[in-house]
């Protein structure tokens, strides 16, 4: 069961441009949402992350923008460049368990265009 | 080194083989984790320890499947009678504490595992 779903699964974006990720859950015990990056061969590296108690976060060109009644959270790259290159996943996790596991979503490859 | 550290990098063996996977975290974090990622997916979370004990297993797929942390910092994740769909990279995380604050989850380069 797919808990955390991600769209879309691939976009080509100008450098210079605005890339935009989106992902929704269903489990209402999640309570935060990490982005990673992870290029290829490597491990996912943690990029923003957000609770539910703001609606949006940012940081650098990263921002995170979230809908608790939606049940959805989207992160917006501003300013593309070409270094953004990368497969991004979401993730959700409940803190307040004991573990604090992620769920993630399918992730999306995104390709930045000189 | 200051990150999570993963070996080997690269495992190919026979089906049927048993494999051993290493991870070293992060000095000081008592929270580690083990996911499976395959390819063209998210990772997908196996087991979390909390110092030696191992507070959550149930994302490990089946009984040939096994992880020990003897000493709340190395742990080993173990796969007997290996099975061609074990392929995958196996992804070790680690964190301050997971029982408070959600501290974020560090993750090492990974140990990719080929099973021919």
């Known amino acids: 069961q797919q808990q955390v779903k991600q769209s879309p699964q691939s976009l080509i974006v100008q450098k210079g441009g605005i890339s935009i990720i989106n992902c929704a859950y269903e489990?209402?015990?999640?309570?935060?949402f990490p982005w990673y990056q992870q290029f290829p061969g490597k491990g996912p590296a943690l990029l923003i992350a957000?609770?539910?108690?703001?609606s949006e976060k940012k940081e650098g060109r990263f921002t995170i923008s979230f809908n608790k009644s939606a049940k959805q959270f989207s992160l917006h790259i501003m300013d593309s460049q070409p270094g953004d290159s990368a497969t991004y996943f979401c993730a959700a996790g409940d803190w307040r368990a004991a573990g604090n596991k992620l769920t993630f979503g399918g992730g999306t490859r995104v390709l930045v265009k000189p | 080194g200051a990150g999570v550290s993963q070996t080997p990098s690269n495992k190919v063996t026979e089906k049927g083989k048993y494999v051993e996977l290493r991870c070293d975290p992060i000095?000081?974090?008592?929270?580690l984790y083990w996911y499976r990622q395959s390819l063209g997916q998210g990772p997908e979370f196996l087991i979390y320890f909390q110092g030696t004990g191992a507070a959550d297993d149930s994302g490990l797929p089946n009984d040939r499947f096994f992880a020990v942390r003897p000493e709340g910092s190395v742990s080993t994740l173990k796969i007997q009678r290996t099975e061609r769909g074990d392929s995958a990279v196996y992804l070790c995380a680690s964190s301050r504490s997971s029982v408070s604050e959600g501290w974020p989850q560090h993750f090492g380069d990974g140990t990719r595992l080929s099973i021919l």
């Open positions: 000095s000081g974090h008592t929270a």
């Open positions: 489990n209402t015990a999640f309570d935060y």
């Open positions: 957000i609770r539910p108690d703001v």
